[in-house]
């Protein structure tokens, strides 16, 4: 594997993205080379991303290999290292929540990262993560700015539905597993409450009033 020197690593900003909107972005090539990933106005080249594992792969032996996919509600995507560099995914087991700051690279069709840094984290700091990258959107063109979802309502009605056998669900499992902003599903639970189609039994939590 390639190691990134440090005064390129410097130069690069570690952007912080949701897995969902690195997947739409473009990735440019020169001569069949990755380059970067064309987001709107942005050239990413390195992010920070905070997501749950969800599979680990590793392979031991002459070619060491590792493979971890990760999943913040938006989308999936997979680290992969090489070597001695695998031992960091070692110790990360599915389930656990991760941060990561690595270098985006193309294979094939395919995105992926070359870690740096992988962390454990306390599952809440993907909240913290969703509300601080939906704040930063407030500032960008609106070409930049994620669409809105159509179908929002029914989207929330059906998780909270889903989850009344299970005597209700909190809102903020809603915010983290919608793709959509914060406010914009704030904005729909607000009118669902008010039309009277789902209740508070206690602050966050919700159930459907059916």
């Known amino acids: 594997m390639v190691e990134v020197g440090t005064e390129q690593r410097k130069r690069n900003v570690a952007y912080k993205l949701r897995i ?16 970067f990933l064309e987001l709107g106005s942005r050239k990413v080249v390195r992010i920070n991303i905070l997501a749950n594992c969800v599979d680990k792969f590793i392979q031991e032996g002459e070619k060491q290999f590792a493979s971890l996919t990760i999943d913040d509600a938006s989308g999936q995507l997979k680290l992969k290292a090489f070597g001695e560099d695998i031992e960091p995914l070692k110790n990360i087991m599915q389930g656990d929540t991760i941060q990561v700051i690595g270098n985006v690279r193309e294979w094939n069709g395919e995105i992926y990262v070359i870690p740096e840094v992988v962390k454990k984290v306390d599952v809440r700091w993907l909240l913290v993560r969703k509300l601080e990258i939906q704040n930063a959107r407030k500032d960008m063109p609106a070409d930049e700015q994620a669409t809105g979802n159509s179908s929002l309502k029914d989207s929330i009605m059906e998780k909270i539905k889903t ?5 209700g669900i909190d809102a903020d499992t809603i915010i983290m597993d919608t793709e959509a902003s914060p406010d914009a599903i704030n904005a729909e639970i607000k009118k669902l409450l008010e039309e009277g189609l789902i209740y508070e039994p206690r602050p966050g939590r919700l159930r459907y009033l059916g």
């Open 163 to 167: 989850a009344e056998a299970e005597g």
């Open 20 to 35: 969902g909107d690195i997947m739409k972005g473009v990735p440019m090539m020169d001569e069949g080379k990755f380059i």
